[in-house]
């Protein structure tokens, strides 16, 4: 049985892979900055005009009339057609799970890219990060809220 690769396995990983073709000098912080929030776009698409969910993937394909967005929608030409089956095949189960998988793991790639241009220990911070939440919400006191740590009484300005 295999294990999963370590944050430093990537790491490494992406840094070969950008000395490979030469993009160190492209991956500076604001760009991979730009390029993380340009996947959390794309994976934003993947949840668009979907019903609210509260767990798993999202499967709910696109009801007809949304993918149809002819003027008259009763005069269907080649091209419509064409693009209510692109729009079918890419709302279908399987292609947005595919999508999704796909854009949430270059959200985590361009991440640990980030993490070790800036020179974080993406895991250290995380664990930190984890802690310091703990303190914000204490879970006695902020069970089922979803109010931000600033409102409720423990907490000291």
Known sequence: M???????????????FADDRDWEKYHTPRNLVLAMVGEVGELAECFQWRD???????????????????PQPHKINQHTIFR??????LA?????????????????????RLADKCGIDLPAAAERKIR???????????????KKYTEYHSHKS
């Open 52 to 70: 609210d969910m509260t767990v798993g993937l999202p499967r709910k394909p696109l009801p007809f009339n949304a993918i149809l967005t002819e």
């Open 92 to 112: 279908s189960p399987a292609f947005t799970e595919f999508a999704f998988c796909e854009e949430i793991s270059d959200i985590f790639l361009y991440l640990v």
């Open 84 to 89: 209510i089956a692109s729009a079918t095949l």
């Open 132 to 146: 310091l939440n703990g303190i914000k919400y204490p879970a006695d006191e902020v069970r089922g809220s979803r």
């Open 2 to 16: 295999s294990s999963s690769p370590t944050i430093e396995q990537f790491r490494s990983t992406l840094q070969s």
